[in-house]
C-alpha cells in the first residue's frame, strides 16, 4: 500500500469527481478526488492476471464503469458534498437512475448514525444516450458462489453441489476465515483482493464522516468483472428474504443495514446488468425465497462445517482486532446464529460451537431484546426479522432443556405473554416464498434447500 499524501478536510469539498478508472495486468484501478484535491486510488486485484476475450470487452468496459461508479460509495460518504461529476464520460438515464438509489438506500444507514441529510446531495448527471441494449457475452454454465464465512454461503454450495453445478467458491478481501471456508467446500476457489485509497484512512484520522456502504453492492460488482473475465454465466448469491426487513425509518425513508442485499436491490441490479451488460449473465440470491430461520435449518444438516464457518462480524472488521475465537459471544449476529440454530441443534452440539450458553446470560438481555425487537428496533446487522427470532424463542421456551435458561425463561414470564396470538409460529418460518429470481436452471437447488 502506498504511502498516503497529505490530506484536506473532504467535509468541507463541493464536488466529488468519479476521475477514471483502467484495467491492465489483473489489477482494476479505480479513482477518485474531492474538488482539485489529491487523487484517492483503489486497486482491485484479480489472480492470474486475466484479461478479457474479444467477445467481452464491450460487456467489461461498461461492466469496469460500474464497479467505478459502486465502489465510490466508500469514498463519497467522507464528505457527502452537493455536487457529483464524471470526468471522463458522461453516463446515461439508466446508469443515474440505478446510482441515485444505490447511493440514497445503500448510504441510509450512514446517514441515520450521523444525522445527515442526503436527499440534495446525491444527484448523478446524466448526459449520455441509452445504450442499445447489451448483447450476449457468450458466457459457460458455470456459476460463481460468493463466500462470506457464514452459515449462508455454505447452504448455496450444498445445494450447488445436490445438482452437480460447476460451481467455484470466490471472496473479495484478505479473511483467513473466509479462505478456510472457501477450502473446506471442496470448490475451486478464486481470492479478489481490494486495496482502499491509503488516503481514506488518514481522512477518517482527522474526523471525515465515516460509516456504513452497501459492501454487497460493492463486491457484486467485482463479481461481475470477475464472471466475464473467468467466463462464468451466473453468480448466486446467498441472501434471504429476511434481508429486505428495514430497521427503522428516518428523513422519510427506510433504513435497511442490509440493503444491497434485499430483494429490490437484487431486481434493479440483475435487471441493469442484462440491458447494459451482458444479456446471458445471470445475477441471483439462490436464498431469496427462505427466511433466515429455514436457512438456519438447512445449514443444521451440514455438521463439516461446524468448526469452520463463523457470522461474527467482528472476524471481518479492517482496522479491529479480531476475536480470540470464531465468536466473540458478545455481539447480534453471535446473538441472532446461536438463536437460529438452538431449534434444530441438540443442545450440546450448539454449545461446543459456541463455547457457552448465550441464552443463560443475563448480561445480554439488551442485545437479544434488540433481536426480538422488544422494546428496540433491530440491531444494524445482517440478522434476521423479530418476528422470526421471537418465532425461534417460543419455540425454545416450550421445550425442557431450553425453558429455563434465564433469557428464555425471561422471555417464557414476560414477553410471550404479550405476544399477538397470531404471531407466526417456526413452522411458518421454513416454508418457501414465491418471490425470488432464480433462473430455471437452478430450481432443482431449491429442493434440496427446502427438503425438510
Keep these: 500500500m502506498n504511502t498516503p499524501t497529505s490530506v484536506s478536510d473532504p467535509r468541507t469539498a463541493q464536488r466529488f469527481r468519479l476521475v477514471r478508472c483502467r484495467y491492465a495486468k489483473g489489477t482494476a484501478e479505480l ?5 482539485a484535491g489529491p487523487e484517492l486510488i483503489e486497486h482491485i486485484h484479480f489472480p492470474g492476471q486475466p484479461e478479457p476475450q474479444p467477445e467481452r470487452r464491450k460487456a467489461f468496459t461498461q461492466a469496469l464503469r460500474l464497479l467505478h461508479w459502486v465502489a465510490g460509495t466508500s469514498y463519497f460518504k467522507a464528505g457527502v458534498p452537493a455536487e457529483i461529476s464524471f470526468d471522463d464520460e458522461p453516463i446515461d438515464s439508466d446508469s443515474a437512475a440505478l446510482l441515485d438509489t444505490l447511493y440514497r438506500h445503500g448510504l441510509a444507514e450512514f446517514a441515520y448514525r450521523n444525522q445527515l441529510q442526503l436527499g440534495d446531495r446525491i444527484h448523478f448527471p446524466a448526459a449520455a444516450k441509452l445504450p ?38 470466490i471472496w473479495v478481501g484478505t479473511s483467513p476465515l473466509i479462505a478456510a471456508c472457501a477450502q473446506t467446500t471442496g470448490l475451486p476457489m478464486l481470492n479478489i483482493t481490494r486495496e482502499l485509497a491509503p488516503e481514506l484512512f488518514e481522512m477518517n484520522r482527522m474526523g471525515a464522516w465515516n460509516g456504513h456502504i452497501p459492501v454487497t453492492a460493492v463486491n457484486s460488482a467485482i463479481l461481475v468483472l470477475a464472471a466475464l473475465l473467468y467466463d462464468f454465466r451466473a453468480i448466486a448469491f446467498a441472501n434471504e428474504r429476511s434481508a429486505s426487513s428495514a430497521t427503522l425509518e428516518y428523513e422519510g425513508q427506510k433504513v435497511n443495514h442490509q440493503w444491497s442485499k434485499s ?16 444479456a446471458d449473465l445471470q445475477y441471483f440470491s439462490l436464498l431469496r425465497p ?56 441438540p443442545k450440546p452440539r450448539l454449545l ?15 442485545s ?52 399477538d396470538p397470531q404471531d407466526r409460529p417456526l413452522e411458518t418460518w421454513l416454508q418457501a416464498a414465491s418471490e425470488h429470481g432464480i433462473p430455471a436452471r437452478y430450481h432443482p437447488a431449491l429442493q434440496w434447500i427446502g427438503s425438510d
Excluded at 305 to 328: E, G, V
Design 263 to 278: 430483494w429490490a436491490f437484487e431486481q434493479d441490479f440483475s435487471a441493469y446488468l442484462q440491458r447494459h451488460i451482458a
Design 368 to 419: 437479544f431484546d434488540a433481536l426480538l425487537e422488544y422494546h428496540q428496533h433491530k440491531p444494524f446487522e445482517c440478522v434476521g426479522e423479530g418476528a422470526e427470532a421471537r418465532a425461534a424463542m417460543a419455540s425454545l421456551a416450550a421445550r425442557s432443556e431450553w425453558r429455563e435458561d434465564a433469557l428464555v425463561a425471561r422471555f417464557r414470564h414476560e414477553i410471550l405473554p404479550q405476544l
Design 132 to 169: 442499445e441494449h447489451a448483447a450476449s457475452a457468450q458466457l459457460s454454465d458455470r456459476v460463481l458462489v460468493p463466500m462470506g464465512g457464514g452459515k449462508d454461503s455454505l447452504v448455496v454450495v450444498e445445494a450447488l453441489k445436490s445438482m452437480a453445478a460447476e460451481a467455484t467458491a
Design 290 to 345: 427462505y427466511s433466515e430461520i429455514a436457512v438456519t435449518q438447512a445449514f443444521s444438516h451440514l455438521p463439516q462445517y461446524f468448526k469452520h464457518f463463523s457470522s461474527c462480524n467482528r472476524n471481518f472488521r479492517i482496522l479491529s482486532p479480531k476475536p480470540a475465537d470464531r465468536w466473540c459471544g458478545q455481539c447480534p449476529k453471535c446473538h441472532f446464529v446461536f438463536l437460529a440454530l438452538a431449534p434444530f441443534l
Design 352 to 366: 461446543s460451537i459456541f463455547g457457552h450458553n448465550l441464552l443463560d446470560d443475563e448480561t445480554q438481555c439488551d
Design 31 to 35: 479513482v477518485y478526488a474531492f474538488d
